[in-house]
């Protein structure tokens, strides 16, 4: 079992910053590709971005290309999302979530229980 909690959730101007964090229970935390999918109220969840085992490759839904980085940093089984120039269309509860990733896609085995981001305008 692979335990996620997010974390860095908040409320934000539009075109400000958050940085949200991802820490994982799993000593296995490098085997994993990790991802993160967000769901805004009335749709369903959607992939936002996802990093494979060594961090060496990184993808990015093309709604949050140039303004979306996600990271990890296995010696502290965490990955990061960075997120800047946010829209209120931004707003969502953002998932974390550990599987198996290709150049394709995440594929999800273990999921967070999401933190809210709220972007105004």
């Known amino acids: 079992q692979v335990q996620l909690v997010e974390s860095g959730g908040g409320l934000v101007q539009a075109g400000g910053s958050l940085r949200l964090s991802c820490a994982a229970s799993?000593?296995?935390?490098?085997?994993?590709?990790m991802g993160w999918f967000r769901q805004a109220p009335g749709k369903e969840r959607e992939f936002v971005g996802h990093?494979?085992?060594?961090?060496?490759?990184?993808y990015v839904a093309d709604s949050v290309k140039g303004r979306f980085t996600i990271s990890r940093d296995n010696a502290k089984n965490t990955v990061y999302l960075q997120m800047d120039s946010l829209k209120p269309e931004d707003t969502a509860v953002y998932y974390c979530a550990a599987g198996i990733g290709s150049s394709r896609e995440l594929v999800p085995n273990y999921w967070g229980r999401g933190t809210q981001v709220t972007v105004s305008t």
């Open positions: 990093i494979m085992r060594s961090g060496g490759s990184a």
């Open positions: 799993a000593r296995t935390f490098s085997s994993y590709a």
